[in-house]
């Protein structure tokens, strides 16, 4: 593909306008070759780790990011950031699983109904009794759980990350210390 269709389709998806495109690329022979693009382009917002905001489109063919910024003074548009809830997982999950107990999902649905945030950014954490490429798992699954749970009551997730064990806040020597980080932390963009 040229720079000059690249340029083309660049600015038709990041006007969200394309369901259909013919775009005309030079061919070898002075000849015009014709390439049909075709996707629906959603367009969104997606927020860095530093919770600041970029819109976004991709169709599938080639993306577009452009940061979001304030009319008025040309800043960019930032959230504050916070840990609005860190539960400890003994009380959401049932043991080595990543299936949430009726009240663990009953306190996190209600949690995300009230909280009031923009967006949610969660991360599962374990001890580390098991291997490190299982804890891996087990903490991406159980963010994923939390998350699930968030947006089926319509909260908006910006992303989900497992740490497994290597983001401790307690020593793993103890079975307090195990249990400290056992934990799901929920952080809120407002």
Partial sequence: MTNLSRMVLRTLVGAAAIASAVVLVPGAASA??????????????????????HWVADGGAEGY????????????VCLNLNTCAVTN??????TDSARL????????????RSAGAYAYAIYGHTDSRASDEYNMGLSQR????VANTARSVGARVAREIG???????ASNATAAGM???RRVEIVCYR
């Fill in 32 to 53: 015009q070759e014709t390439v049909r693009i075709t996707g629906r382009v959603e367009p969104g917002i997606w927020i860095d780790p530093d919770g600041c905001m």
């Fill in 65 to 76: 990011m452009e940061g979001r910024v304030n009319p008025h003074d040309g800043m960019p």
């Fill in 89 to 94: 997982t003994d009380v959401l999950f049932h």
């Fill in 101 to 112: 107990t009726p009240s663990g999902r009953a306190q996190l649905e209600q949690f995300f």
């Fill in 142 to 145: 159980r963010a994923a759980a």
């Fill in 163 to 169: 740490y497994g064990e290597r983001r401790p806040v």
């Fill in 179 to 181: 249990q400290q980080n």
